[in-house]
């Protein structure tokens, strides 16, 4: 079975840096497009941030900038750096995979247990 395990997450004050981790284990023929998304408190689940397999990153308008998400392949791992946090970017932070895991079948979504994030001072 594949997982998805983030981690990096905790208490930063605004203004701080903070870098998630996500890392997938488990049967993984292929892993496609990785993704960053959050949950604010009473707020729907957001995009922060996408990959290609190949390198290619998008980003939402309210992060970019501050936020770089990049992929080691070799390790199966997605990562958020994230700089000049803001109260605003306090949310649970989930991980997001599209990964093919057998050679019988397609891809599909994986979803990590997510993180939390909070700018607080």
């Known amino acids: 079975q594949v997982q998805l395990v983030e981690s990096g997450g905790g208490l930063v004050q605004p203004g701080g840096s903070l870098r998630l981790s996500c890392a997938a284990s488990g049967r993984i023929v292929s892993m496609n497009a990785m993704g960053w998304y959050r949950q604010a408190p009473g707020k729907q689940r957001e995009l922060v941030a996408s990959?290609?397999?190949?390198?290619?990153?998008n980003y939402s308008d309210i992060v970019k900038g501050r936020f770089t998400v990049s992929r080691d392949n070799a390790k199966n791992t997605v990562y958020l750096q994230m700089i000049s946090l803001k109260p605003e970017d306090t949310a649970v932070y989930y991980c997001?995979?599209?990964?093919?895991?057998?050679?019988?079948?397609?891809?599909?979504?994986?979803w990590g247990q997510g993180t939390q994030v909070i700018v607080s001072s």
């Open positions: 990959i290609t397999s190949g390198g290619a990153a």
């Open positions: 997001n995979a599209q990964i093919r895991p057998s050679w019988f079948g397609g891809p599909r979504d994986y």
